[in-house]
């Protein structure tokens, strides 16, 4: 698996001029479709899937966004569960072989739950830092500034000039 930095996007390469003047790839595969909520996303993951797709910018999250935004979800309802767990029951348990104090099994849960909440919030851009790197592309710029102020179009636009 190869180690070091991501390759930045095309796009974002455009964005800032192109500084290492290599050449771009330019056909990189696009992304379609929108993402869709598979099945098993229920409960509190379904309630974190709506959030973060009613939160986020339209079109941000596609088809084959689905299954890590899936993971997202389902990790966030494992978290809330073991975390309500251990706030029911304690950060220990007695062991029912030996009689002494260990840590609730819930723990390691939830500290999973966290890794996985923290590695897979960056990769969708659910984080400060990872949402300040996302580009979104710009609307078509209007010919003219009042273009649409009124939903009407310019005369230049009409006239074909």
């Known amino acids: 698996m190869p180690t070091g930095r991501k390759k930045k996007p095309d796009e974002i390469k455009r964005l800032e001029g192109n500084p290492g003047k290599r050449p771009l790839n ?3 595969p696009m992304p379609t479709g929108c993402a869709a909520k598979p099945p098993y996303v229920t409960g509190h993951a379904a309630a974190v899937w709506d959030q973060i797709t009613s939160s986020m910018p339209p079109n941000l999250y596609t088809a084959v966004d689905s299954v890590v935004l899936a993971a997202f979800c389902v990790a966030s309802g494992q978290y809330r569960t073991a975390t309500e767990t251990l706030a029911a029951e304690g950060l220990t348990v007695v062991s029912a ?14 500290t999973k739950a966290l890794t996985a909440i923290s590695l897979l919030g960056a990769r969708l851009g659910l984080d400060p830092s990872s949402r300040a790197s996302i580009v979104m ?3 078509a710029k209007l010919a003219n500034k009042f273009e649409g102020l009124l939903g009407v179009k310019s005369e230049s636009k009409k006239a074909g000039a």
């Not at 072989?97 to 939830?110: C, F, I, M, T, W």
Request: charged share 20%; net charge neutral.
């Open 137 to 139: 592309p710009r609307a």
């Open 97 to 110: 072989v030996s009689g002494d104090e260990k840590p609730h099994p819930a723990l390691q849960a939830q």
């Open 26 to 28: 330019g056909s990189a």
